[in-house]
């Protein structure tokens, strides 16, 4: 059965477990560095190795996090919560156990809107993650044949944000999972890098008939890392429960895992249930008593969010919804846009500017906004250069931009030392301006009897005569004067 079936015989509910980790210097419990990409074992010590008669201290930075992240999506903040020991045994988890938050979660309720949509927000709990698996081997038929643990990520500080089932296609999922992240930028609490796994979904997925009201058996697909995988992952469940369920079969509750090569998602283990983790109370952290003042203090914290800047751009800089919605994805462009607008520049002209040809530089240098050497005063400073005639599109674009990137030069001494000044006296275009048109006759016929998409034609001979140096504006004035 194709995915397009299953969808037209069935309801797709999905829900989604997003684990986010936080953007804090150190670990949860311990005092150890967060630091992607170290060596392995290196930023480890005896309370996250789990060794015999070591006890954990809260990390407060971690608590304000998901306090901040529960505000942003509506949430009741849990005033009296506490810790669980969440109990499973594997590999790289050196306690055989995780300390994580069962039934009194520091974040209940909220919601996340998502293209006029509203999502409901199940919880937000804190917890602690687990340790990484490298395999590694030469067996090339079955795939490695051991694997080596690097414990640098236990204890890493996580919180889990789980949606209600409200999703229902791949597509909306990833939109939801695209918007949440966006989010937790704009909140500085997590930088949801994907390929880094400090952004990592857990699927949720079902199938019911149409019309019905109760959910079928539901599969959870683990640690899905990327957005596109995110898609695919959904996409091949969905067919996979259909065509169980159309030969008369039950979709049993499972953890599964998305293969990426074969493109097929792969049975793991039975689903566990809650009594399954034998949750009980942390017996080495005391339960969490938080003030209402601290909730205001970080309550002042939260910056204007992405939702917020899409009902305000248009408003404010007329800008079009597909163009707010790119200029506000990530905190730094949507900030850096603004400091340019405020400094004088169009809004207009300068969102073009950004979306176009900056983010066309800034991809191909694997490189963003925040971190090229063109500041929001030179950017600017050339739109005001363009819009005074001084320069034009052309020009800013091929000779100028890519310098302000790469080096952050100032846009006057690069257009006074390579001499890109616009030619806009109307003396010194006339005579260029009648070679042209005595040098291609027919187009001049075809221009005097109306037809305009000619004139196009001359401006740009016109232009290249010129080496890109004369304005336009003249150049269009000059041709019609020669017209009459």
């Given at each position: 059965?194709?995915?397009?079936?299953?969808?037209?015989?069935?309801?797709?509910?999905?829900?989604?477990?997003?684990?986010?980790?936080?953007?804090?210097?150190?670990?949860?419990?311990?005092?150890?560095?967060?630091?992607?990409?170290?060596?392995?074992?290196?930023?480890?010590?005896?309370?996250?190795?789990?060794?015999?008669?070591?006890?954990?201290?809260?990390?407060?930075?971690?608590?304000?996090?998901?306090?901040?992240?529960?505000?942003?999506?509506?949430?009741?903040?849990?005033?009296?919560?506490?810790?669980?020991?969440?109990?499973?045994?594997?590999?790289?988890?050196?306690?055989?156990?995780?300390?994580?938050?069962?039934?009194?979660?520091?974040?209940k309720g909220g919601h996340l809107e998502v293209n006029g949509?509203?999502?409901?927000?199940?919880?937000?709990?804190?917890?602690?993650?687990?340790?990484?698996?490298?395999?590694?081997?030469?067996?090339?038929?079955?795939?490695?044949?051991?694997?080596?643990?690097?414990?640098?990520?236990?204890?890493?500080?996580?919180?889990?944000?789980?949606?209600?089932?409200?999703?229902?296609?791949?597509?909306?999922?990833?939109?939801?999972?695209?918007?949440?992240?966006?989010?937790?930028?704009?909140?500085?609490?997590?930088?949801?890098?994907?390929?880094?796994?400090?952004?990592?979904?857990?699927?949720?997925?079902?199938?019911?008939?149409?019309?019905?009201?109760?959910?079928?058996?539901?599969?959870?697909?683990?640690?899905?890392?990327?957005?596109?995988?995110?898609?695919?992952?959904?996409?091949?469940?969905?067919?996979?429960?259909?065509?169980?369920?159309?030969?008369?079969?039950?979709?049993?509750?499972?953890?599964?895992?998305?293969?990426?090569?074969?493109?097929?998602?792969?049975?793991?283990?039975?689903?566990?249930?809650?009594?399954?983790?034998?949750?009980?109370?942390?017996?080495?952290?005391?339960?969490?008593?938080?003030?209402?003042?601290?909730?205001?203090?970080?309550?002042?914290?939260?910056?204007?969010?992405?939702?917020?800047?899409?009902?305000?751009?248009?408003?404010?800089?007329?800008?079009?919804?597909?163009?707010?919605?790119?200029?506000?994805?990530?905190?730094?462009?949507?900030?850096?846009?603004?400091?340019?607008?405020?400094?004088?520049?169009?809004?207009?002209?300068?969102?073009?500017?950004?979306?176009?040809?900056?983010?066309?530089?800034?991809?191909?240098?694997?490189?963003?906004?925040?971190?090229?050497?063109?500041?929001?005063?030179?950017?600017?400073?050339?739109?005001?250069?363009?819009?005074?005639?001084?320069?034009?599109?052309?020009?800013?674009?091929?000779?100028?931009?890519?310098?302000?990137?790469?080096?952050?030069?100032?846009?006057?001494?690069?257009?006074?030392?390579?001499?890109?000044?616009?030619?806009?006296?109307?003396?010194?275009?006339?005579?260029?301006?009648?070679?042209?048109?005595?040098?291609?006759?027919?187009?001049?016929?075809?221009?005097?009897?109306?037809?305009?998409?000619?004139?196009?034609?001359?401006?740009?001979?016109?232009?290249?005569?010129?080496?890109?140096?004369?304005?336009?504006?003249?150049?269009?004035?000059?041709?019609?004067?020669?017209?009459?």
């Open positions: 059965m194709s995915t397009a079936i299953a969808k037209t015989k069935y309801e797709v509910v999905i829900g989604l477990e997003v684990h986010a980790q936080l953007k804090t210097k150190t670990k949860i419990f311990c005092g150890c560095p967060v630091d992607f990409g170290a060596e392995p074992n290196t930023n480890v010590c005896p309370v996250c190795l789990g060794m015999p008669g070591v006890l954990p201290v809260l990390n407060k930075q971690v608590v304000a996090f998901a306090i901040k992240t529960g505000l942003a999506l509506g949430c009741e903040i849990t005033k009296h919560c506490k810790f669980d020991r969440k109990q499973y045994f594997y590999p790289d988890l050196p306690k055989n156990y995780q300390i994580s938050q069962y039934d009194q979660p520091i974040c949509k509203v999502i409901g927000i199940e919880r937000i709990h804190m917890e602690e993650d687990a340790g990484k698996l490298v395999h590694a081997g030469s067996d090339r038929l079955h795939g490695s044949d051991y694997s080596l643990v690097d414990y640098n990520r236990t204890g890493t500080p996580l919180i889990e944000i789980v949606s209600k089932p409200d999703l229902r296609s791949a597509e909306e999922a990833r939109d939801y999972a695209q918007t949440l992240r966006s989010i937790l930028r704009y909140l500085e609490v997590c930088d949801g890098n994907l390929e880094e796994g400090s952004m990592r979904c857990d699927v949720n997925i079902s199938l019911m008939p149409q019309g019905s009201k109760t959910y079928g058996t539901r599969a959870e697909i683990k640690n899905v890392n990327s957005f596109k995988s995110l898609v695919r992952a959904v996409e091949v469940e969905i067919e996979r429960q259909g065509e169980i369920l159309d030969s008369g079969g039950k979709v049993v509750q499972e953890t599964r895992l998305f293969e990426e090569n074969s493109g097929k998602t792969i049975s793991m283990r039975s689903k566990e249930e809650a009594h399954d983790y034998r949750y009980f109370p942390e017996p080495d952290l005391v339960p969490l008593e938080i003030s209402q003042s601290w909730i205001n203090e970080i309550k002042e914290t939260i910056p204007e969010l992405p939702h917020q800047k899409k009902i305000r751009y248009p408003k404010d800089y007329g800008l079009s919804a597909d163009d707010t919605k790119v200029l506000t994805d990530d905190r730094n462009m949507a900030e850096y846009y603004e400091a340019v607008v405020r400094l004088g520049a169009n809004p207009k002209k300068a969102a073009n500017w950004l979306i176009g040809p900056v983010t066309a530089y800034l991809k191909e240098h694997k490189t963003d906004i925040i971190n090229c050497c063109m500041t929001p005063v030179q950017l600017a400073d050339l739109l005001g250069f363009i819009e005074k005639g001084t320069i034009n599109d052309n020009i800013a674009k091929t000779e100028i931009l890519e310098e302000l990137l790469g080096k952050g030069t100032n846009p006057e001494e690069i257009i006074k030392e390579k001499g890109l000044a616009q030619i806009t006296d109307e003396g010194a275009l006339k005579s260029i301006v009648k070679e042209i048109l005595d040098q291609n006759p027919e187009q001049l016929k075809q221009l005097k009897e109306g037809k305009e998409k000619v004139k196009g034609f001359f401006v740009g001979q016109i232009m290249k005569k010129s080496n890109g140096k004369a304005s336009p504006a003249v150049v269009n004035k000059l041709i019609d004067e020669f017209l009459k």
